[in-house]
């Protein structure tokens, strides 16, 4: 009873943690660059609905927290409510401080300032990560290894792998390529070098199927499978690699599995059902696959290195236009029919992701923090009304014909905004409760 308190404690923590970062960054860009743009700010809000808390600063702004964290909102002054705008109100005052009496430019870099900041936000997250995990060295050095189950494994971290079967070993991938070359019935010997000692020795299957982590509202994750955990059986049958496992997986038909799995000492049995799930190819397209949400592990990994800042920023907005490339190709392949739209996922799934990828680790956590903060960058760009992207739209269509929309354009075009958009979210939720469901 005291785990399960802890653990749902846990879960709050991290999906209040991770919305309430992504939102209160996203606000920031607007409010930050509004004020630089000399407009007032009249609200600061992160969520909706009735207020929990919040204070009033010494600029008159009111900063609080209401009781949906789903979104939040920034009131410049003068900004009206579209939906409520009349040719009697249309009027706005000349106070230069008003949102609406700023140049076409400042409102929309205000505007454009808060998937800007979610962007930036992910590349931080990304180029932090680096810094802290490292990246993977090329070079044949041991790093970290998993012990896998049963079995002795000679090697020790900082080993240097020389060759393998009398096959020269000169980077860490040569290690996965000269392993697959082996015979079933071949003894495997590697020559290492350490601590200026050379030693042969034998070593067992290094492909045991590892769990190194477990994708989201997947069926592994709802089987409870956690990383670390060891494949011994499928349908009790042995297996030695992942290749085998995967093998299984695309000729069930999607019927269910049993899984032996060793987990701390302890081997128990999991039963689940694959799904087609969407992956990237290696062109840059998706395609559905029968999986069950494992992305595999290696008994042996290589040296960390902590790269220069400067490549770790690189890395960082290298992660994020990734992500930004691969959500919009997604997307597209959604639309033309290559990925079902069974996959889009409201705040429920998010927050049901957050618990699930928590279980990871810190650095999964943080990882997924900075994927969702670019896709809530992506989505406020979408030209829609009540979004970012339709704010933009509208602002061109000033700044081209040198006119604001009429207002029974503005309500036209906010109804169907909102109608959109509620659609989408009604959708999603519904996408979101048979996977969490079922």
């Known amino acids: 009873m005291v785990e399960f308190f802890i653990s749902a404690v846990s879960n709050i923590f991290y999906i209040f943690f991770a919305f309430s970062l992504v939102i209160f960054i996203h606000e920031f860009g607007h409010y930050y660059i509004g004020k630089k743009c000399g407009i007032g700010v009249r609200e600061f809000s992160i969520g909706f609905g009735p207020k929990l808390f919040g204070f009033r600063d010494k600029s008159d702004v009111v900063w609080k927290i209401c009781i949906l964290p789903f979104g939040g909102f920034v009131k410049f002054e003068g900004d009206l409510d579209p939906s409520s705008l009349s040719s009697k109100n249309n009027n706005?005052?000349?106070?230069?401080?008003?949102?609406?009496?700023?140049?076409?430019?400042?409102?929309?870099?205000?505007?454009?300032?808060?998937?800007?900041?979610?962007?930036?936000?992910?590349?931080?997250?990304?180029?932090?990560?680096?810094?802290v995990n490292g990246i993977a060295s090329d070079k044949p050095i041991i790093g970290n290894i998993n012990n896998i189950p049963f079995q002795e494994l000679k090697l020790k971290t900082g080993d240097l792998v020389l060759e393998i079967n009398g096959k020269p070993i000169n980077y860490f991938s040569d290690i996965f390529v000269k392993?697959?070359?082996?015979?079933?019935?071949?003894?495997?010997?590697?020559?290492?070098?350490?601590?200026?000692?050379?030693?042969?020795?034998?070593?067992?299957?290094?492909?045991?199927?590892?769990?190194?982590?477990?994708?989201?509202?997947?069926?592994?994750?709802?089987?409870?499978?956690?990383?670390?955990?060891?494949?011994?059986?499928?349908?009790?049958?042995?297996?030695?690699?992942?290749?085998?496992?995967?093998?299984?997986?695309?000729?069930?038909?999607?019927?269910?599995?049993?899984?032996?799995?060793?987990?701390?000492?302890?081997?128990?049995?999991?039963?689940?059902?694959?799904?087609?799930?969407?992956?990237?190819?290696?062109?840059?397209?998706?395609?559905?696959?029968?999986?069950?949400?494992?992305?595999?592990?290696?008994?042996?990994?290589?040296?960390?290195?902590?790269?220069?800042?400067?490549?770790?920023?690189k890395f960082g907005f290298s992660a994020t236009y990734r992500v930004i490339s691969g959500s919009l190709r997604g997307l597209f392949e959604m639309i033309n029919g290559s990925i079902s739209a069974k996959h889009v996922s409201g705040p429920i799934g998010i927050a049901h992701a957050i618990s699930d990828v928590s279980k990871n680790g810190f650095i999964s956590f943080l990882s997924l923090v900075g994927l969702i903060s670019t896709g809530i960058g992506i989505i406020n760009l979408f030209p829609l009304p009540i979004l970012d992207g339709g704010h933009l739209l509208l602002l061109l269509y000033e700044k081209v014909f040198s006119k604001k929309p009429s207002p029974n354009f503005m309500q036209f075009f906010t109804f169907v905004g909102i109608f959109l958009l509620l659609s989408l979210m009604i959708f999603a939720t519904y996408n979101d409760l048979l996977r969490i469901i079922l």
């Open 179 to 313: 392993y697959n070359e082996i015979n079933e019935d071949e003894d495997i010997v590697f020559l290492v070098k350490r601590n200026e000692e050379i030693i042969k020795f034998l070593v067992p299957n290094l492909f045991q199927p590892l769990i190194k982590s477990i994708e989201p509202l997947s069926p592994a994750s709802k089987a409870g499978l956690l990383p670390g955990d060891f494949i011994l059986k499928v349908n009790e049958n042995n297996i030695l690699s992942f290749n085998e496992l995967k093998k299984i997986v695309n000729a069930s038909n999607g019927a269910s599995i049993e899984l032996d799995v060793y987990r701390n000492g302890t081997i128990f049995k999991s039963i689940l059902s694959p799904e087609k799930r969407p992956i990237e190819n290696q062109d840059g397209s998706f395609s559905e696959t029968l999986r069950i949400g494992i992305i595999g592990g290696f008994a042996l990994e290589p040296q960390k290195i902590t790269p220069n800042p400067l490549n770790a920023i």
């Open 92 to 131: 706005f005052s000349k106070n230069t401080n008003h949102f609406n009496n700023a140049s076409v430019i400042s409102r929309a870099l205000t505007v454009s300032a808060g998937p800007v900041a979610n962007f930036l936000l992910s590349i931080i997250i990304f180029t932090s990560i680096i810094l």
